[in-house]
């Protein structure tokens, strides 16, 4: 393929991927000097009851909660700007990546996973935008396990997944039903490709049923998503729909720290808007929800984290605390494992042909409503009741732009284009297998006390061998599932071409593959886990030895849920939420001893 002359649609695509881009840098300043509803705040009095940092599926979900309460004055500040909406089109979210909408965050080297990237390291987006990293995701919608949150809230008295669970999850979704009538819109696929039905048969061959795909009960399924008429739906266009005058929104706002008495109480936080360092207080309290790679950085650059770590960085260590410790993300591997015998009805010409352009204006359909994923899989590899891997079926690989963008946003380099993907040729595709529970632990930390430097990310891939262990054990269920019926008939086959660095294992043995996974480690895109409920946050979201200091996003999960984070972090906002706003678990719970006697709480 390296060689072809680009054909016109790739020559078509390159252009737009520029024009695209160039067009991202430009809107990204467009609100540079917008501050949504500050005026009816007086934005320079800076004094507020709640502020929230960080506009991601939690901070708008909290903030747009506390703003309920029109007694309260709130501000969200948010270090990204707005980014409009054509940044709704589904098909779009790939682009913001590398744009001025990611924070474009690289792992360290990597000591013994991504050996065949560029620099040993991984590529992680993250959202640097109103609506945070779920302007770039895949879009879909799973709760997990029940059993997942049991082992989260294990110290919790009286814990029950019917009471303190699932009733955020109900409060949060709306998949029509009356039911559900939360603000999450559930939906299904609104565009699947021809092979996608395929993809579920061949599961049934393997004696799978089809799953509902949103509890990763075991099974085959479409998957459920967060599109709401054909466009990209996150917590803050719920928030924005209905915005409150007493809640302000501040764009562009880069949060350094903390501001924290000695009592340790927090009462506001030091951010610079277009170079003017501000000071914001608040009366009753500080939500950092910027992310997994935000907020423990903004806490250990407040004093609060390792204590060693900090005096090594030069800044005074107020709280010892594990931040930054316990990170964990969905480890993968497989882009482009597989080829077809078949063109599928995706790909570059499809979304650049005039017709998908009007099928999306005047239907909200086709092509650009895509999230890339057509089905997922949930499967125990043990007698676990818990699932221990995901499938991820994406009908397309890297190779359908011919090099030209996708491979560079997973830190595929030129050497090992042209080793091994360059290579392939026929229309190669994608069955993602995902560790659910990977065992290797990773940190961030700062390089330095530069609020502006980027931390030290490493997430450890592959440290613990049960993570290698169940990657290949996914890709043999993958070589069973290519061959049944449905993929005899559409031509599949694992791909033969020696992966560069594996050469001198026998193709398909298990040390091939070992080599494989450790040379081909991939980000399934969900670190979790820096500041761990039980460790740095207690299970009332509050900082531990704090007083009005509160995280609320991906970085408390303890462990990662079975499958797609975002429902999980979106509804442990919703639980965060209604502990904040009433100082208390004000849910159907009953209390145990302990808590009945704890001032303020109205159990
Ligand atoms: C490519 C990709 C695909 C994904 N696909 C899926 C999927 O299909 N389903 C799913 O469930 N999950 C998916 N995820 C993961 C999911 O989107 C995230 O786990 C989730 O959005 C994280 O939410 P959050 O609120 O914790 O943080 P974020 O959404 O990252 O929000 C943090 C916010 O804080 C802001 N911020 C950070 N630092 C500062 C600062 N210093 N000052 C001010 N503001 C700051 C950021 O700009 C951001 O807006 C995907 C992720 C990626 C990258």
Not at 258 to 274: I, P
Not at 283 to 296: E, F, H, Q, R
Not at 424 to 447: A, C, E, N, W, Y
Not at 560 to 582: D, T
């Amino acid at each position: 393929m390296c060689c072809n002359a680009p054909s016109f649609f790739i020559i078509l695509y390159v252009t737009a991927v520029y024009f695209f881009g160039i067009y991202l840098n430009f809107i990204s300043f467009q609100d540079y000097f917008e501050c949504y509803a500050c005026k009816e705040l007086n934005f320079r009095q800076q004094d507020y009851d709640y502020i929230v940092v960080g506009s991601g599926s939690a901070g708008s979900i909290v903030a747009r909660r506390l703003a309920e309460n029109k007694n309260l004055k709130v501000l969200l500040v948010e270090a990204g700007s707005s980014g409009g909406g054509i940044l709704q089109i589904p098909a779009v979210g790939v682009m913001l990546q590398k744009s001025s909408f990611d924070w474009g965050y690289r792992t360290v080297p990597q000591k013994q996973a991504c050996l065949g990237l560029d620099d040993q390291v991984s590529i992680w987006p993250m959202g640097k935008i109103l609506g945070g990293t779920a302007m770039l995701n895949n879009m879909i919608y799973v709760r997990g396990h029940p059993d997942d949150f049991a082992r989260w809230f294990r110290d919790t008295c009286n814990y029950d997944y019917s009471i303190d669970i699932l009733p955020y999850f109900e409060k949060l979704e709306n998949n029509g039903t009356n039911k559900h009538k939360g603000s999450v819109p559930i939906s299904d696929l609104p565009y699947k490709s021809n092979v996608s039905d395929y993809f579920l048969q061949a599961g049934i061959c393997l004696g799978f049923g089809i799953s509902d795909g949103v509890n990763a009960e075991p099974g085959f399924s479409s998957p459920k998503i967060t599109i709401q008429k054909g466009q990209r739906w996150t917590p803050y266009h719920q928030l924005a729909k209905n915005r409150k005058r007493n809640l302000a929104i501040v764009t562009n706002a880069f949060v350094e720290k903390v501001l924290l008495r000695d009592n340790f109480e927090a009462y506001g936080v030091k951010y610079t808007h277009m170079e003017e360092p501000i000071f914001a207080k608040a009366k009753k309290g500080v939500i950092l929800s910027a992310g997994v790679i935000g907020t423990p950085k903004i806490l250990m650059l407040s004093g609060i984290g390792p204590k060693q770590h900090l005096e090594k960085m030069k800044i005074k260590p107020k709280l010892d605390l594990p931040v930054g410790d316990n990170l964990q993300d969905h480890v993968t591997t497989g882009l482009d494992l597989l080829t077809f015998d078949y063109s599928p009805n995706i790909g570059i010409r499809q979304m650049l042909s005039p017709w998908s352009m009007l099928n999306y204006f005047l239907r909200s359909r086709g092509p650009w409503t895509t999230v890339g994923c057509e089905s997922i899989g949930f499967f125990n590899t043990a007698k676990e009741i818990v699932p221990e891997l995901q499938f991820m079926i994406f009908p397309l690989g890297v190779t359908i732009d011919d090099g030209y963008y996708l491979s560079s946003l997973t830190g595929i380099g030129e050497r090992l284009w042209k080793k091994y993907f360059a290579k392939i040729d026929k229309p190669s595709f994608t069955i993602l297998p995902i560790v659910l529970h990977p065992k290797s632990r990773g940190t961030v930390r700062l390089k330095n006390n530069n609020p502006r430097t980027p931390p030290l990310i490493n997430p450890n891939y592959l440290s613990d061998s049960y993570d290698i262990d169940i990657l290949i054990q996914g890709i043999e269920m993958i070589k069973e599932f290519i061959n049944t019926p449905p993929m005899h008939r559409l031509g599949v086959k694992l791909n033969p071409i020696k992966f560069p660095g594996c050469e001198k294992f026998e193709f398909d043995t298990r040390p091939y593959w070992e080599c494989y996974v450790r040379h081909f480690t991939l980000t399934a895109y969900h670190p979790i886990g820096t500041c761990k409920m039980g460790e740095v946050v207690e299970t009332d979201f509050k900082v531990k030895g704090t007083r009005k200091l509160y995280v609320v996003d991906g970085s408390i999960l303890p462990d990662l849920p079975s499958g797609n984070p975002n429902g999980a972090i979106m509804m442990m906002a919703e639980r965060a939420a209604e502990i904040i706003k009433h100082h208390c678990w004000k849910t159907q719970r009953k209390c145990c001893a302990a808590e009945v006697f704890q001032k303020e709480c109205q159990c």
